[in-house]
Every structure is written in structure tokens, then in C-alpha cells.
């Protein structure tokens, strides 16, 4: 398959927590603040123009044309630094960005398979829309949700998504997969519960030619440099999707079904 140009190649970068002392289990996922405002200055260095996932989405699907030379820019899960310094530093910037929100881990006394963390509230969630933030729904409870069956995934979907509706007020339309997690099952239930879109992980540049409902991002890790995100701008450093799924992973979904199987529903980290 011939490598798509640089024009079309679009940096969809996915962010954890941004904290100094994060818990050890999402450590490898967390930047430091001095990290995460060089890679934003690394972003507006690129000329590159930030859009939230629904204007990418809406172009895959035949919606309107995106502005040169976009970057998508994502927060997974919903951590205390979110509402706050994040989503601030963000806007000082005019940088439009997307949060994908555990509701289970957000709502004490509902639980989650996220391990402890300091997260935001879900009633923080409109002050994320105020600072330029789309919301989208990022499971219940954070499950592998290629290993569940059809009523518990039916459940993670519409639950969490019908939850930041009610907090919002308004339709929230767009889905991530815990740990990028999906099957074509899992996307075909993502359509039916109606979202317009779903992110995977994939580790690879998005594209004009990337599915909808599998979205292709960049994972950025505390090891990574601000020159391995120049380089994402530039639409270099990763492969670029749409791409068939490896035999590896498709042998992983196999085994992490088995083991669900026996075992239960489990935290993948």
C-alpha cells in the first residue's frame, strides 16, 4: 500500500495524565507538566491547526473538509489534572482538544477496573466544554471490551454515554476503546449505540483514508521526546493507517478472551 503524502497524514496524540508524581500503574502513560507544555509549543511550532475528533470523524464519514495539516490532541480516562492545569494550558493556546471519560471511575461508589487514581468529577465535565474540550464516552468501567459479552458490552456503551448526556445536557456522539481494545463486533455495537465514531490506539498516524470507527492514535509515553512528537507532526516516526490487524493481534484478542473466560473481567495494564 503506497504511503499516504504528508498533507494527509493527521497526528491523533493520546494523552493520560499530565502530573509530576502519578501512581506507578499509569506512570509510563503520564507526562510531567514541563513535558506536556513543550510538546503544546512543539504543536503550534509545527503549524499544525488542533480540531477535536468530531471534525476528523466527520470527514472520514464525508463531512466537511478539515484545515491544512490538522492534529487531533486526546486525554483518556478523565484524570484530576484534566478540568485544571490541562484543559488551562490548552486553551491559553487556542488549542481544541477531546476527553474521553471513564464515568464509572468518576462517580465515587459506581467503581471501575481502573486502579486507584486522583481523577476529576463528572460533574467537571461542563467546565472541560467551557475551556474548548469535547466530550466523548470512554466505557463504564474501563473493560477489554473485545472480551465481554453482547449485554455486558451493550451495557458499557449506552450506559456511559447516556450518563455524560445527562450531565451535559446535550449528545455525546464519540467513543474510545479502553486500551484500543475492539473486534468488528465491538465496532458494529459502538455504530449501534450511536456513536459516529470510535479511537482505537493502533500506534500509528490517522489519515484521510482511516476508518471511522477505529481511529487510529499515537500513544505518548513519559520516554517520549519532544523529538518523537515533531516528528508525529511532521507525519513521520509511525506507520499510517488504514491497516489490516497483525497475527499478533489477533492472537492476543484470542488469548485475552480465553482468559476472560476464566477469569473475569480485568484492568489490561
Given at each position: 500500500m503506497t504511503r499516504p503524502p504528508e498533507s494527509a497524514r493527521v497526528p491523533v496524540l493520546l494523552y493520560h495524565a499530565v502530573m509530576d508524581d502519578p501512581p506507578?500503574?499509569?506512570?509510563?502513560?503520564?507526562?510531567?507538566?514541563?513535558?506536556?507544555?513543550?510538546?503544546?509549543?512543539?504543536?503550534?511550532?509545527?503549524?499544525?491547526?488542533?480540531?477535536?475528533?468530531g471534525a476528523l470523524a466527520g470527514r472520514l464519514t464525508g463531512g466537511a473538509p478539515l484545515p491544512p495539516r490538522p492534529v487531533?490532541?486526546?486525554?483518556?480516562?478523565?484524570?484530576?489534572?484534566?478540568?485544571?492545569?490541562?484543559?488551562?494550558?490548552?486553551?491559553?493556546?487556542?488549542?481544541?482538544?477531546?476527553?474521553?471519560?471513564?464515568?464509572?471511575?468518576?462517580t465515587p461508589g459506581s467503581g471501575s477496573l481502573l486502579p486507584p487514581a486522583p481523577m476529576m468529577t463528572l460533574a467537571q465535565a461542563p467546565?472541560?466544554?467551557?475551556?474548548?474540550?469535547?466530550?466523548?464516552?470512554?466505557?463504564?468501567?474501563?473493560?477489554?471490551?473485545?472480551?465481554?459479552r453482547a449485554p455486558q458490552l451493550d451495557r458499557e456503551l449506552r450506559e456511559s454515554k447516556a450518563v455524560l448526556e445527562d450531565v451535559l445536557g446535550h449528545e455525546v456522539a464519540h467513543l474510545a476503546y479502553p486500551h484500543g481494545y475492539n473486534s468488528r463486533a465491538v465496532r458494529r455495537a459502538a455504530r449501534r449505540a450511536g456513536y459516529a465514531s470510535a479511537v482505537a490506539v493502533r500506534h500509528a498516524l490517522s489519515s484521510g483514508a482511516d476508518e471511522?470507527?477505529?481511529?487510529?492514535?499515537?500513544?505518548?509515553?513519559?520516554?517520549?521526546?519532544?523529538?518523537?512528537?515533531?516528528?508525529?507532526?511532521?507525519g513521520e516516526g509511525a506507520r499510517v493507517a488504514p491497516f489490516p490487524d497483525s497475527a499478533a493481534t489477533v492472537g492476543w484478542r484470542l488469548y485475552r478472551r480465553a482468559r476472560a473466560a476464566a477469569r473475569g473481567p480485568r484492568f489490561a495494564g
Open positions: 506507578a500503574w499509569i506512570a509510563e502513560f503520564t507526562v510531567t507538566p514541563r513535558q506536556f507544555t513543550a510538546q503544546l509549543d512543539a504543536v503550534t511550532a509545527a503549524g499544525r491547526t488542533a480540531v477535536p475528533v487531533v490532541l486526546t486525554f483518556d480516562d478523565g484524570f484530576a489534572d484534566l478540568p485544571g492545569p490541562t484543559a488551562e494550558a490548552l486553551a491559553e493556546r487556542a488549542l481544541p482538544a477531546t476527553a474521553y471519560l471513564t464515568t464509572g471511575a468518576l467546565a472541560l466544554e467551557r475551556l474548548g474540550m469535547e466530550i466523548g464516552a470512554h466505557t463504564v468501567t474501563h473493560p477489554q471490551l473485545d472480551t465481554l471511522p470507527y477505529r481511529i487510529a492514535r499515537l500513544i505518548v509515553r513519559r520516554s517520549h521526546t519532544v523529538a518523537d512528537v515533531t516528528a508525529w507532526l511532521a
